[in-house]
């Protein structure tokens, strides 16, 4: 390169070493800060920081939300503008196309800062302008005088606090217009770093918001179809001044406002596993874990494949995204599949289907299980326990093509691993920096809290309990297991310490100890990610703004099931289920392709969530099924993102590895069908739970039976064995077509529920099984 293109005035040398510098700063201490605050409830430590400053009201971690939420989003859109700059990543590009990215660098950082000032200013527990105006204080006292006369009224004690009262000084109408520009800014930015797919359905449903606003306003809300109002509509007067409401709350609601539950979730729950997985990303014990797959397999004859399936079943439980699993296994297990014959093809469609497999394989699952718990309610220890089963089912199915593949190529088992495949004494020890963090959050997610006290071990460390009344009573618990305590069950709290133990343990690695400013490299990356995950976050809460705006989604689903309820249907019947579930299916699929999981998993569960609720799933099954094809359109043709990336690495066709991908994991698309049918396969009671009573779904008493579920699973195994066999193609020797379609039939019927059916097609099942291996039982070694 000469050098005058390497010093273009337009892209001058140090400017991006300063740029790059400062973005690693304040991606840094964003995570050291996000870090403090997810601190767990570690005994004597909030008292010690109290004594340390004299200050009883000093907080070192859980910081107020209406504090940390602003500062924090202001903090991670600036690090997006930053790092995603369009001025310069179009650098080479026209005047024109420059001077726009600037402008869109610009109108981000404004934006975010716009936000951040007007939550501060809309939110009660601040009203920033009240504070510099002084009415504030006049406001708190004048509350707190209300309160007392109201208890001496009623003879109450009387108060020395009250609740924060409203703004005397807010942006009034202004709201709207800040409200709008920004949302304009930030899909507009979500287009150049998650790509038009995830953007594309936030327009069309902002778009339908607003045309709807427009409508109210301008027209009323009499005679007018539901769909074309909004909820606006319950305004007496027809302003958008009288609208001020519904927009503050649009901005400052905890459950569905900007800086809401999205933000709760990334800064509270979801933080220190995004941290977890980049400094996994830096550590030795990814490579050693490979290793050990490998010598796991290798007297298999799938050898390398089934390598790719374990490890990238438990380095994706860690980090979550299937593109990136696949980069980061794929670039080893891929030309292992290839030098032992498998074809590029399904090398990559394998790799791609085991990657994405690592967003259900417990215990962490990446963001998205996260934002299911907040979705449904539904504690994170009894998502893990929920997804197991599937999860188990999935990468069996996997282990099964790869079997047929193997015997189809007749590729045979490795035996003897390379010297550079063994493991040595210290990938031993690098090991312990996968298992280590991942069995601590695995121990403490599934701990129940009360069972800590009272539990053998804390006896044996000196817990005092009284338990002769027949129940337990706990007097005092040692500083050990009231840390424990304070852990057990909460995912922010086992997260927090799975990082703690990984910094530990990462300098078991000589290299490592060489440079360990690699810690703060990984922090650094971590912050970046996290910050581009908002981004991200913003565009999928814009969708649940608007729909609360418009009631969409509700009124989708009263229509449906009143459509059903027209031809005098049971809106609960097996065939209309099936329907809404097939529908629901194609529209995750269709709503994912080309964007992460996280938005395609919330944007189909906000859209068609209560419709499967209105048709007897639980609301949790429901929420389950959705998530599991949001996942599963990583490997869905025409844009099927993580076959793509495993494509880059095979240069194979990527259109064939990703029809490849789906055979090989088409359990992805089946297994939600028979939870959906079969929810007991869940394992916990809110999987069962009739969400228009609370009571148990018909069928079911919340017991687990036993025996009935290992009989299920052994049907949904033989299911698993004729579909995968059939779309190899192959078993013990070539599958003619005729065989094809009875395998695929035969699955279909066992997982049936009439016992009729499932009964007898099991048995056919079987012997069509066995009468094919004793015909060909001299032809493929077992």
């Not at 997006?80 to 001025?87: D, E, Q, T």
């Not at 695995?442 to 701990?447: A, Q």
């Not at 050990?480 to 086992?494: H, K, M, P, T, V």
């Not at 579909?723 to 379609?741: I, Q, T």
């Amino acid at each position: 390169m000469s050098n005058s293109k390497t010093h273009h005035p337009a892209q001058p040398l140090d400017k991006p070493v300063l740029v790059e510098r400062l973005i690693y700063i304040l991606a840094l201490f964003l995570v050291l800060l996000g870090l403090v605050n997810v601190t767990p409830a570690i005994p004597g430590w909030d008292a010690l920081w109290k004594d340390l400053t004299g200050n009883e009201f000093f907080r070192i971690r859980r910081f107020p939300t209406e504090w940390l939420f602003p500062i924090t989003f202001f903090w991670m859109m600036l690090i997006v503008a930053l790092k995603h700059s369009m001025w310069n990543s179009w650098v080479g590009k026209s005047a024109m196309m420059r001077r726009f990215g600037l402008f869109m660098d610009v109108a981000l950082i404004i934006a975010a800062a716009a936000i951040s000032l007007t939550y501060l200013i809309e939110i009660e527990a601040v009203c920033l302008i009240d504070v510099f105006t002084g009415d504030r204080e006049r406001l708190i006292a004048k509350a707190l005088q209300a309160e007392i006369e109201f208890a001496e009224l009623y003879g109450l004690p009387a108060p020395d606090i009250a609740d924060d009262p409203g703004c005397a000084t807010t942006t009034g109408s202004w709201l709207i217009l800040i409200m709008f520009a920004s949302v304009v800014a930030f899909l507009g930015y979500n287009v150049k770093v998650w790509g038009l797919p995830l953007v594309l359905v936030s327009i069309l449903i902002a778009a339908y918001t607003f045309l709807t606003i427009l409508n109210w306003y301008f027209f009323g809300p009499e005679d007018q179809n539901k769909y074309l109002v909004t909820i606006l509509s319950s305004e007496e007067t027809r302003s958008l001044g009288a609208s001020l409401g519904f927009f503050q709350d649009a901005l400052i609601n905890q459950s569905s406002g900007l800086l809401g539950r999205f933000i709760n979730v990334l800064l509270v729950l979801v933080f220190p596993y995004v941290i977890l997985g980049a400094l996994f990303g830096k550590c030795a014990g990814g490579q050693s874990l490979i290793k050990l797959a490998f010598g796991a397999t290798r007297n298999l004859r799938g050898g390398p494949a089934h390598a790719a399936v374990v490890s990238s079943a438990m380095f994706g439980t860690i980090t979550g995204g299937p593109v990136v699993n696949v980069l980061s296994t794929g670039v080893l297990t891929i030309p292992m599949m290839l030098k032992r014959g498998f074809s590029k093809v399904f090398a990559g469609g394998v790799e791609a289907a085991a990657s994405s497999g690592g967003a259900i394989m417990p215990p962490i699952m990446g963001v998205a299980a996260f934002i299911m718990a907040a979705l449904t309610g539904v504690p994170y220890r009894e998502i893990i326990i929920a997804a197991t089963l599937p999860a188990l089912f999935y990468f069996f199915c996997l282990f099964l093509s790869v079997v047929f593949q193997a015997r189809k190529q007749n590729i045979e088992a490795v035996g003897e691993l390379s010297d550079d495949m063994k493991l040595t004494s210290e990938d031993r020890l690098h090991l312990m920096q996968i298992f280590g963090p991942v069995l601590l959050v695995l121990v403490l997610l599934l701990t129940p809290k009360d069972a800590v006290g009272c539990s053998w071990y804390s006896i044996m460390l000196g817990a005092v309990v009284d338990q002769s009344s027949g129940s337990c009573t706990i007097t005092a618990l040692p500083w050990i297991i009231e840390l424990f305590q304070n852990a057990a069950g909460d995912a922010s709290a086992a997260g927090w310490w799975a990082v703690f133990l990984l910094l530990i343990l990462m300098f078991l690695d000589k290299e490592f100890r060489a440079k360990p400013m690699k810690i703060f490299d990984g922090l650094s990356q971590a912050g970046v990610t996290i910050s581009t995950l908002f981004l991200m976050f913003m565009a999928v809460t814009v969708i649940d703004v608007c729909l609360n705006f418009t009631g969409l989604a509700k009124f989708v689903a009263v229509d449906v099931l009143g459509f059903l309820n027209s031809f005098d249907v049971s809106a609960n019947s097996f065939g209309f289920q099936l329907f809404a579930l097939f529908f629901t299916m194609l529209l995750a699929v269709l709503l994912g392709m080309g964007m992460p999981a996280v938005p395609a998993y919330i944007n189909v569960a906000l859209l068609m969530g209560p419709m499967l609720v209105g048709l007897g799933l639980a609301t949790f099954t429901a929420h389950m099924f959705i998530f599991y094809f949001a996942v599963a359109s990583a490997i869905t043709p025409p844009v099927a993102l993580a076959a793509f990336a495993a494509a880059s690495i095979t240069k194979a066709d990527p259109m064939k590895t990703g029809f490849s991908a789906v055979r090989s994991g088409i359990v992805m698309f089946t297994i939600p069908f028979v939870f959906a049918l079969y929810p007991e396969m869940l394992l916990i009671d809110k999987a069962v739970i009739n969400p228009n009573d609370g009571l148990f779904l018909d069928g079911y008493d919340g017991t687990l039976n036993l025996g009935w579920l290992a009989f299920l699973m052994l049907r949904i195994a033989v299911a698993l064995y004729l579909v995968s066999s059939a779309l190899a193609g192959f078993d013990r020797s070539k599958l003619k077509p005729l065989e094809v379609f009875a395998r695929l039939a035969l699955a279909v019927l066992i997982l049936a529920r009439p016992m009729e059916i499932y009964g007898v097609a099991l048995v056919v099942s079987i012997a069509l099984v066995g009468w094919h291996t004793v015909r060909n039982r001299d032809t493929v070694p077992a």
